[in-house]
């Protein structure tokens, strides 16, 4: 089963400010993997697949990076709405499909 | 709109059985695999369980081999997880998730709620 740790758990910030949160694999994964947002009482939304592909109605501030093992998610420029718990999760050997365990952003 | 509502969450004993459905509206997911996800509370998303468009393949995480199972008709655009010998640590929000052509979590429902206590 692979593995994948998410750095930091929590990132507090600010508005405007620039986000980056890591995501790393326990082995190669390619490039298949996605990102998600969620926000309290809330489902999860898919922002970013196959490591750096915006998913449909992503605001351009989210870009995603990376291959093999090691994986950024970035946020240009905070805004209000973008604190929450973000997970990464792959899909390159499946199954079981796997989720991190989540960063906090929190402002 | 596409839209994904799961029924079917309970307050059930250790031991007991429970049925989830997940009904589809805005488009036909017969094509797509359909998958179950849960959140324990205060926890992070775990997956549970994934059937293929035609239902010949199902696919389930060790937590929950034997003991659940997934189906679908896809006459009726609905998606279930039969789950029984349910234990503590199976509470949980379970959500309903379609898979798109790339495979990933797409499209969520809001989730329904599953607790394990005597």
């Known amino acids: 089963e692979i593995v994948l740790t998410q750095s930091p758990a929590t990132l507090s910030l600010s508005p405007g400010e620039r986000a980056t949160l890591s995501c790393r694999a326990s082995q190669s994964i390619s490039s298949y993997l996605a990102w998600y947002q969620q926000k309290p009482g809330q489902a999860p939304r898919l922002l970013i697949y196959d490591a750096s592909n915006r998913a449909t109605g992503i605001p351009a501030r989210f870009s995603g990076s990376g291959s093999g093992t090691d994986f950024t998610l970035t946020i240009s420029s905070l805004e209000p709405e973008d604190f929450a718990v973000y997970y990464c999760q792959q899909r390159s050997n499946w199954p079981p499909y796997t989720f991190g365990q989540g960063t906090k952003l929190e402002i | 709109e596409v839209q994904l509502l799961e029924s079917g969450g309970d307050l059930v004993q250790p031991g007991g059985s429970l049925r989830l459905s997940c009904s589809a509206s805005?488009?036909?997911?017969?094509?797509?695999?359909r998958s179950w996800v849960r959140q324990a509370p205060g926890k992070g998303l775990e997956w549970v369980s994934s059937?293929?468009?035609?239902?010949?393949?199902?696919y389930y995480a060790d937590s929950v081999k034997g003991r659940f199972t997934i189906s679908r008709d896809n006459s009726k655009n609905t998606l279930y997880l039969q789950m029984s010998s349910l234990r503590v640590e199976d509470t949980a929000v379970y959500y309903c998730a379609t898979q798109g052509a790339q495979n990933y979590f797409d499209f969520w429902g809001q989730g329904v709620l599953v607790t394990v206590s005597s």
């Open positions: 059937i293929s468009g035609s239902g010949g393949g199902t």
């Open positions: 805005g488009f036909i997911f017969s094509n797509y695999h």
